[in-house]
């Protein structure tokens, strides 16, 4: 018998897996070509050939017992040091090595930090929509998630309703910009409202309230955005960040920590982050693709395809008459469902062969998700289905 509580965990695993089964299905019957798979956050853009020079080069030069052995588990000093002194010159930070833990991906480096500050029964407060695997981190550790919900007019955080939800019991906040599933970047006055917040009810309860930015996206923005570097805006900041997408290298399961010196507890907190990684399992990231990502540190991977299916798909679906919110970071087009539910919804546009993920996964529903990290091409023959969904919906 599996535990009680993997029950929960496998039966909400399900729906992604039944998603992808439909896919496959669907493909078999009309032909993949006909088939507009908008489900997933797969980059879809190879990574930079450096990387994978960087890779080949590694394996054949580097002597095999830095390659290959453990190490400590916050990975090797030097990719550390090389990773603070990258972030110092990009955002006039003043981190050293020991700012920083590498971490199995961003999953990795959340279930660590979790793990390192959660007591069961602490809250975790997060923003809708979110990632829902959140929910999944906060419960391995038996915290409970407090929702605040979305300000729908622009999906900035709702900074009143955010303040409502702060009790003594609030452990941490998790903010994700560029944002999935919105594709809005938090502007720097929204940053400065959670930081005001959370230092005033910081003082007036006397506890520590983490702010977790989880910052997969940060690189893939549009139109010159900026994202502002949370770490300056407010002290007890925890980056999480992955090359999963700035580099397409999500199979590859690498990405840090940052823990700030000014972070309260600095070092018991970088202590436990160091055995968190060890008895979660992990014991340390990846060795080679530590090396790897320390020889690519200013790079990315090609964004101009995501733009270009950005302005395809908000041009297209916009002049359809969805209601489109316009993304200005990540790969995903968030769009409002022309009927209350979005299961519904996502039911009608499968007929039409369109994959689109509920709103409702991310705790936010009467919304789609569009994942275009895709061929253009798949884009511009999705074209025809979106007409006949919209024409379904008298749009
Ligand atoms: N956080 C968000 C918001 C994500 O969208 C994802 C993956 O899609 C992750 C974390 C996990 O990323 P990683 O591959 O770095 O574990």
Redesign the pocket.
């Given at each position: 018998m599996i535990s009680k509580k993997m029950i929960k965990y496998v039966e909400g695993s399900s729906i992604t897996r039944a998603m992808f089964e439909e896919g496959k299905k669907l493909a078999a019957k009309h032909g993949a070509l006909n088939v507009y798979d908008f489900s997933l956050?797969?980059p879809s853009t190879p990574p930079p050939e450096s990387a994978r020079q960087a890779m080949s080069d590694i394996i054949n030069k580097v002597n095999p017992g830095r390659l290959h052995g453990y190490m400590n588990n916050s990975g090797h000093e030097d990719v550390r040091g090389a990773v603070a002194d990258s972030l110092n010159k990009r955002f006039g930070t003043s981190f050293s090595y020991e700012n920083i833990i590498m971490?199995?991906?961003?999953?990795?480096?959340?279930n660590v930090i979790l793990k390192s500050i959660i007591d069961p029964g602490d809250k975790v407060i997060a923003f809708a929509p979110?990632?829902g695997?959140?929910n999944n981190y906060v419960a391995n550790f038996d915290g409970n998630m407090v929702v605040v919900p979305p300000d729908t007019s622009s999906f900035q955080p709702d900074i009143k309703a955010f303040e409502e939800k702060i009790t003594k019991s609030v452990k941490a906040v998790i903010i994700?910009t560029p944002?999935?599933?919105t594709g809005v970047v938090y502007s720097e006055n929204t940053i400065k409202q959670i930081a005001r917040i959370l230092d005033n009810k910081q003082k007036e309860y006397g506890t520590q309230i983490y702010l977790i930015s989880?910052?997969?996206?940060r690189e893939l923005v549009y139109d010159g955005i900026e994202v502002p570097y949370i770490t300056k805006y407010y002290k007890n900041t925890i980056i999480?960040?992955?090359?999963?997408?700035s580099l397409s290298l999500?199979g590859e399961?690498?990405?840090y920590l940052v823990i700030p010196g000014e972070a309260d507890d600095y070092a018991n907190l970088t202590c436990a982050a160091n055995v968190a990684n060890r008895i979660l399992g992990f014991v340390n990231a990846p060795s080679i693709m530590q090396l790897t990502i320390a020889r690519c540190l200013e790079e990315t991977t090609d964004i101009t395809v995501y733009d270009t299916n950005r302005q395809l798909l908000y041009n297209h679906l916009d002049s359809l008459g969805f209601e489109c919110t316009r993304p200005e970071g990540?790969f995903y087009l968030w769009v409002k469902t022309p009927c209350s539910n979005d299961t519904e919804f996502a039911d009608k546009a499968k007929e039409f062969n369109l994959l689109l993920v509920p709103g409702s996964s991310f705790m936010c529903s009467g919304y789609v998700r569009i994942a275009y990290c895709v061929d253009t091409d798949m884009i511009k023959r999705s074209f025809a289905a979106f007409e006949k969904l919209a024409a379904y919906y008298n749009l």
């Open positions: 956050g797969n971490t199995v991906g961003a999953a990795g480096g959340l979110y990632f695997e959140y994700n944002n999935n599933p989880d910052e997969p996206y999480c960040y992955s090359y999963s997408k999500p399961r690498i990405g990540a």
